[in-house]
């Protein structure tokens, strides 16, 4: 069992920046591929960003590579995504997950195991 936290999420003019943070609590984090999704209104939950249990390789959503970076601190059992260049079509609930036996390309929300409760974030034009 693993229960995920996120935290960082916010109001931010379109142009800047935030960070968010998915703090997890249970057995072996490491052991699980982590990702990053999220949903807007009306919308279904999309993938975002996703990154391998060792941290050595990570997989964007179109729509936010280069903008976005995903990382993760095992000895913290934390992971990361730090939001740039923010558009207000970023806005919405952002929520992380981890998944077993998990490959990273893999963007099926239902693969995933487990799910944080989500944080809102909110890009203003």
């Known amino acids: 069992q693993v229960q995920l936290v996120e935290s960082g999420g916010g109001l931010v003019q379109a142009g800047g920046s935030l960070r968010l943070s998915c703090a997890a609590s249970g057995r072996a984090f490491s052991s699980y591929t982590m990702a990053w999704f999220r949903q807007a209104p009306g919308k279904e939950r999309e993938f975002v960003a996703a990154i391998a249990r060792s941290g050595g390789s990570t997989y964007y959503a179109d729509s936010v590579k280069g903008r976005f970076t995903v990382s993760r601190d095992n000895a913290k059992s934390t992971v990361y995504l730090q939001m740039n260049s923010l558009k207000p079509e970023d806005t919405a609930v952002y929520y992380c997950?981890?998944?077993?036996?998990?490959?990273?390309?893999?963007?099926?929300?239902?693969?995933?195991?487990?799910w944080g409760q989500g944080t809102q974030v909110t890009v203003s034009s």
């Open positions: 997950a981890a998944g077993r036996q998990m490959v990273i390309t893999d963007t099926n929300p239902g693969r995933y195991n487990y």
